[in-house]
Nanobody, 124 residues
Framework: QVQLVESGGGLVQAGDSLRLSCTVS????????MGWFRQAPGKERDFVAG????????YYADSVKGRFTISRDNAKNTVTLQMTSLKPEDTAVYYC?????????????????WGQGTQVTVSS
């Protein structure tokens, strides 16, 4: 059974940094990609960042480029989202997810397993 467990959320002030982690069990990630999404109250779940596990290729939403960095740790089967220069509009529940690398695009429908989410709140 594939399980994803996120950690690292919390309450921070604008301009602060925060690091989210997601550990995957039950799936060998070569041949897959990992993604981070976020969902604010009353809004849709949006793509934030993604990484192809084997190649390390990364992709970002325009809203986070230059501020967020996604990385992977092969030994720990863990993907990390380093968030800097946080803004109040980054407040959301953040989810990690995994998809087969041949599943096209970075929309949520391409991903087959999801974590439970972790809350990030950025105060102004």
């Amino acid at each position: 059974q594939v399980q994803l467990v996120e950690s690292g959320g919390g309450l921070v002030q604008a301009g602060d940094s925060l690091r989210l982690s997601c550990t995957v069990s039950g799936r060998t990630l070569s041949g897959y990609a990992m993604g981070w999404f976020r969902q604010a109250p009353g809004k849709e779940r949006d793509f934030v960042a993604g990484v192809f596990w084997s190649s390390g290729g990364t992709y970002y939403a325009d809203s986070v480029k230059g501020r967020f960095t996604i990385s992977r740790d092969n030994a720990k089967n863990t993907v990390t989202l380093q968030m800097t220069s946080l803004k109040p509009e980054d407040t959301a529940v953040y989810y990690c997810a995994t998809k087969p690398r041949f599943s096209l695009g970075w929309g949520s429908q391409a991903f087959d397993y999801w974590g439970q989410g972790t809350q990030v709140t950025v105060s102004s």
